[in-house]
C-alpha cells in the first residue's frame, strides 16, 4: 500500500460541527478549505463561511489550540470553489442531517475530487452505506464514516464507520491517522444506528430519565448522584441534556426507536411526557435559556446564582431541592472508584436503588450489543470513555461491581444478559479485563480467551504497573519501571500538589537512576491534571509561624530540585497534561524536554496568591531573556517587559501550543503531543533518543541581567498595569519584586550573573512576600475556596 499523506483537506459545511472540525484540523497542522452556501446578498458570495470562521475564533471554550492557526483555513463557497476540491487529500461533509442533500454534496464531489482522495461523513445519525448509493467504485472505495463529537477540539472520540465497500486500508489510515495527527481516541465502529458513544450513552440517559421519574427523585439530587459521585462529568444526566439540547436529545432517541426495532431494552427509549413538554415549549436547554433547568438572573441566601428546577410530575418550576441520601455521603468518602461502585450496590436508599437499577440496565445493554455494534468489549469503553467523558467504560463499570454477583442480581430483576457472558463465567473466567505481566487483556468471545488491548506500547497506563513493586515510592510519589530502561515519577498527592514527598522523591529518582545505571526518567502521570503546583498549606503554615529558617530551607529544596532536573547525569523528560501551574511549569522548564499534550494549561500563576514564581521559575525567565537578547541592544527592553508581564498577570497558556507564545516552552526541545494518552510513551522515546550521547549540562555563570537599567524600565510597566486598573496596590509590591529578579537586582550596570546568584535573589523576594498580610490573605482565601483573592 502506498503511503498516504495528508496536508489539505476539504471541510464542506461550516456550521457548528464543520467549523469546529476546520479549527482542529487546521491546529494539527493541516490546511484547510472550507465552503458553505453561497450569499446572494451583498459582494461577499462567502459570507456564510467566513462568517463562521469569525464566530470559531471568538468560541468558548477555544476552538482554536491558538487564534494564528486560522490562517490555515481559506473559506469559500459551493458555487464558485468546489473545483479547489481537487487539490484535497481528504474531503469530509458536515451539511445537515439530511440523506437528499448529501446526496446531492456528494454527486458533486465525484465530479472534482482528484482519484484516490479520501471522502468521509461526519454524520451522527444516516447508515452510511446509502450515502455512496450511485457512486464510483473509487469512491465508495475511499468512503466511511468520520464522526467527531463537540466541541471537537476537546471531546476526544472519532468514531470509524467502514461500509462493505470501504477498502481495510483506508479504515486502517484513519484509526491511525486519528489516533497519532488529530489525537483523538478512535473506535472501530458497525455501520449499525448512532454507531457506538450514541446507542449507548442516549440509552443510559434514556433509562436514568425513566428512573428518575418512577423513583419520584428530583433532578438535581439525580445530576449529584451520576456525576462525579459515579466517575462522570459533573453535568450529570438532566445538565447533560440541557447541554446536548433537548431537540438533539429526542432526534437520537426517535431515530433509535425507529432504526432499532429489534433492540431488547426499547422501551427505555419512550419519549417521556415532561421530555415531549419541553420539545413543544422550546425549551431546548442552554440554547434557549431553559430546559431541565432555568437560570432566574436573581441570586440564592449564598450569593449565588438562583436555579429552577423542572418537576417532573407537575411540570412547573421550583427551587431545587437536594435531597440528603445516605449513598451520596458514603460515596464521598470513598477515594478509588472501584470501591465506590461496589459502595452503591451494598447501600439501598432511593438514590442508590436509582443507581443499581441503571448500572444494571447498562451492564445487560452493553451485553447484547456484542457482536451487534462492535466485535469487541473494549471498542465500547473506549467509545463511552472518550465520547461521554467517563471515567470508566461500561464493561469497566461491570468488574468494578462484580460480573458473577450482578449477572445474578440483573437476572433476578428480569434484565436479559447476553449468553456470552453467562459462557465467559461458567468457564472460569471472572472479569472482562486482566493485567498479566505488565500488558492489559480484555475477553474476546470470539475466541473466548484473553486478547492484548491493542496500543498498549503507545498508551502507558501506569495502573498496569500497579502490582509490581515499585523502584521507589513515598506517600506522595511513585517510581515505575517503564521497560527499555527507562523510569517513570508518577504523582500522586492530592491534585497532585507538590510538597516535600515528591521534592524528595525527584531527588531521589534522580539518584537511584544515575547509580543503578537507568537510561533516563520520564516524569508523568495519567490524572486529568499533571499537577496544580506547590502545596500551598505547606507554605501558608511556615509563614503564618514565621518559621523564617524553615521556610528558607523549603524553597532552597523547590529550588534545588529543579536545578537537579536540569544538572543530571541522565536525561529527564515530562509528560504533560491538564493543569502545569506554578511549581510544574517550573520543572518543566528544567526539563531536557517536555512531551505537552495539546490539552496542556501551563503557566505561572503565582501571584495570583500573592507570591512570585520561587521554585526556579522567575530565574529561568532570566536565563530565556538573556539567551534571547544575547545582547542585541535594541529588543533588550522590549523582550525583558514581555517577560515580566507574563510573571506579574500570571499568564495561562491554555493549549501547548500557545505556551510558545508566553514562553514556557522552547521550540527547540519541547514538542506537543495531540493524543493526551501519547504523552508518556512519547515522552519515553525521548528520553531514549537523547540517552544514547548524554552529557550532563554545566551550570550557568554567563546569565546577562539589565540590573537597574530595567528596573527603570519595569517600574513604569508596572505602574502603568495599576493606573490601568489591572492590578492593585499589592499586585505592583509582587510585580516589582519580580522585576528585581529578572533584572539581577539592583545592579549599577548590565552583567553577567551566575544562575545561584538569581536563585538566591528569588528566593529572597520570595521569602519577603510571605511577610506580607495580603499575601497571607490571598494564600488563605485560594485553600478556602479555590480561586484566587484580589486585594
Known sequence: ??????????????????????????????????????????KNRNKIAADSLQAALKARPAAFYDNKFASRITVGNFDDDFSKIKDCDWIIEVVVERLDIKKQIFEKVEQFRTKGSLITSNTSGIPI?????????????????THFFNPVRYMRLLEIIPTADTDPAVVDFFMQFGDVFLGKQTVLCKDTPAFIANRVGVYAMAKIFQLTHQLGLDIATVDMLTGPAIGRPKTGTFRLADLVGMDTAVHVINGMRQNCPDDEQIAAFEIPKFLNFLTENKYFGNKSGQGFYKKTGEKDEKGRPAILALNLETLEYQPSKKEKLQVLDTLKQIDELPRRIKAVFKADDKGAQLLQQSFLGLFAYVSNRVPEISDTLYAIDDALRAGFAWDAGPFQY?????????????????????????????????????????????YDPRTKAYQPVPGGDAFILLDNYRSDKPVYSNAEC???????????????????????????????????????????MVIGNNAQNFTVGANLMMIAMMAYQQEWDELNMAVNLFQQTSMRIRYSAVPVVMATQGYVFGGGCEFSMHADAVM????????????GVGLLPGGGGTKEFAVRLSDEISKEGDVQIPRLIDKFKCIATAQVATSAHQAFNYGYLLPEKDHVVHNTARNISEAKAKVLELSHDYVMPIPRKDVYVLGRTGLGALYIAAHSLRLGHYASEHDIKIAQKVAYVLCG???TSPQTVSEQ?????????????????????????MLENGKPLRN
Not at 452505506?129 to 464514516?145: A, L, N, Q, V, W
Request: proline share 1%; net charge negative; glycine share 12%.
Open 129 to 145: 452505506h446509502m450515502m455512496t448509493e450511485g457512486r464510483s467504485e473509487d469512491f465508495s472505495k475511499h468512503f466511511c464514516g
Open 398 to 442: 461491570w468488574d468494578m461491581a462484580g460480573v458473577k454477583e450482578t449477572v445474578e442480581l440483573a437476572e433476578s430483576r428480569g434484565e436479559k444478559i447476553g449468553a456470552w457472558v453467562k459462557e465467559m463465567l461458567s468457564s472460569g473466567h471472572q472479569s472482562f479485563y486482566k493485567v498479566e505481566q505488565g500488558v492489559r487483556k480484555y
Open 596 to 607: 505537552a499534550a495539546a490539552e496542556s494549561y501551563i503557566g505561572l500563576v503565582e501571584v
Open 1 to 42: 500500500m502506498h503511503h498516504r499523506h495528508i496536508n489539505k483537506v476539504a471541510v464542506l459545511g461550516s456550521g457548528l460541527m464543520g467549523t469546529g472540525i476546520a479549527a482542529h484540523l487546521a491546529g494539527c497542522g493541516l490546511e484547510v478549505l472550507m465552503l458553505d452556501l453561497p450569499t446572494t446578498e451583498g
Open 745 to 747: 537586582g539592583d545592579l
Open 478 to 520: 511513585t517510581l515505575h519501571d517503564i521497560g527499555d530502561g527507562v523510569l517513570c515519577l508518577e504523582f500522586h498527592s492530592k491534585m497532585n500538589a507538590i510538597g516535600e514527598g515528591i521534592l524528595r522523591g525527584i531527588n531521589d529518582s534522580i539518584q537511584i537512576a544515575e547509580e543503578q545505571g537507568w537510561k533516563g
Open 757 to 781: 546568584y538569581l536563585l538566591d535573589v528569588e528566593r529572597e523576594m520570595f521569602l519577603s512576600l510571605c511577610g506580607e498580610q495580603k499575601t497571607l490573605e490571598r494564600i488563605q482565601f
